[in-house]
Every structure is written in structure tokens, then in C-alpha cells.
Nanobody, 118 residues
């Protein structure tokens, strides 16, 4: 499975962005998919996750502002980010694993930069 993340950019505080993660190589319908983010000097943080049956979870830092979704027909996952804050600035990665029970995410996209100016 190859994952291609896109949609990042430079925005202002309070703006919205929608990240996309397009999968190729096989269907990700049965996969648990997630969005992670990382900034220099900080540990990678999982911000949102969606299972194959559309159960979602979010980190406390983004709950209520970000929404993860998937479109199985397009073999894609999305992250709608609203009310962005400067602390959301990071490289965002999409990732996938074959089951929700798997310990690690085996598939990773290349990352897309999100920069939120104050």
C-alpha cells in the first residue's frame, strides 16, 4: 500500500484546512487509518484514528476541531481541521494498519506541512 498525503499549507489562526490521504496498491477499506503529526524536538502524536467500521478517536489537543473521515469508493482518508491554532503547526502524516489490533502502523505517507500563523 502506498499512501500519498496532501492538502497542507500556510494558514492563519482560526482558518480551516482539509488534508487528504490517497491510497494505492490495494484497498484500505479494512484498514484502521490514522493521522499523526510531528514537530522538531517533539514526539510524534497521533491526532485522529478511524477504524474499518468508522469508529473514530481523537487526541485531546484536537478533539472538537478536527474530524477524520474515509471514502472507501475513493480509497482515501481525510482530516478536516477547523479553528486552527499555531500549536497545530507540524508535518502531518497519514498511516494505516491492517487491523485495529495491530500494534504498529505498517504503512505511512510522506507527510504534508501545515503551518498556522498567529
Amino acid at each position: 500500500v502506498q499512501l500519498q498525503a496532501s492538502g497542507g499549507g500556510l494558514v492563519q489562526t482560526g482558518d480551516s484546512l482539509r488534508l487528504s490521504c490517497a491510497a494505492s496498491g490495494r484497498s484500505i477499506t479494512s484498514f484502521t487509518m490514522a493521522w499523526f503529526r510531528q514537530t522538531p524536538g517533539k514526539e510524534r502524536e497521533r491526532v485522529a484514528r478511524i477504524t474499518s467500521i468508522d469508529i473514530t478517536s481523537y487526541s485531546d489537543s484536537v478533539k472538537g476541531r478536527f474530524t477524520i473521515s474515509r471514502d472507501n469508493a475513493k480509497n482515501a482518508v481525510y482530516l478536516q481541521m477547523n479553528n486552527l491554532k499555531p500549536e497545530d503547526t507540524a508535518v502531518y502524516y497519514c498511516a494505516g494498519k491492517k487491523s485495529s489490533q495491530a500494534l504498529t502502523y505498517a504503512y505511512w505517507g510522506q507527510g504534508t506541512q501545515v503551518t498556522v500563523s498567529s
